[in-house]
């Protein structure tokens, strides 16, 4: 299951991105926001979909709002969540293969339909290559544990 989240600024490239998912029959929870008219708080957002992941609902997940960058700043707030806002196709790669991001986050404002969903599919279709990475990850962890009270 993908979890997917925008506030009011990421909703035009939210339903876009859902489609693609469905297109390629993947199953999707939508947590909203489900209209670009009225303005939210995109921290409620990138909690929600944040919290899927760490519960096991949801595998990973992709978050938008204008820029990307509140919505992933709330998300990577949430112990164990890995967002990475991305603005290209190697960042995306990146994202999976170095930093095993659990999220991507777009800025709505920021990219176009078409590269946005190329950025989606990238980062979809990319696996973490684990070895010299996973100890860096473990070290964000030994970040995340020094600071949980
Ligand atoms: C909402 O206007 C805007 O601030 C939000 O979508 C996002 O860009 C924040 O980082």
Same mark, same amino acid.
């Given at each position: 299951?993908?979890?997917?989240g925008s506030d009011h600024g990421g909703y035009e490239? $939210? #339903?876009? !991105? !859902? $489609?693609?998912?469905?297109?390629? #029959?993947?199953e999707v929870k939508d947590f909203g926001a489900f209209d670009g008219e009225n303005s939210v708080d995109y921290p409620d957002y990138g909690l929600a979909?944040? &919290?899927?992941?760490?519960?096991? &609902?949801?595998k990973r997940g992709i978050i938008i709002c204008g820029t990307g960058i509140g919505i992933s700043i709330a998300a990577n707030k949430v112990? %164990?969540?890995?967002a990475a806002l991305c603005t290209d196709c190697y960042m995306a790669r990146m994202s999976r293969e170095h930093n095993n991001a659990n999220i991507l986050a777009l800025g709505s404002r920021v990219l176009g $339909?078409?590269?946005?969903l190329q950025?989606?599919?990238t980062w979809l279709d990319t &696996?973490?290559? %684990? #070895?010299r990475h996973q100890k860096r990850l473990d070290k964000i962890t030994g970040i995340e544990e020094k600071y949980i009270k």
């Open positions: 299951m993908i979890a997917v490239l $939210k #339903e876009p !991105i !859902i $489609k693609y998912l469905m297109d390629r #029959e993947l979909v944040a &919290e899927s992941i760490i519960s096991g &609902e949801c112990p %164990g969540i890995r $339909k078409g590269l946005a950025i989606v599919e &696996e973490f290559t %684990g #070895e």
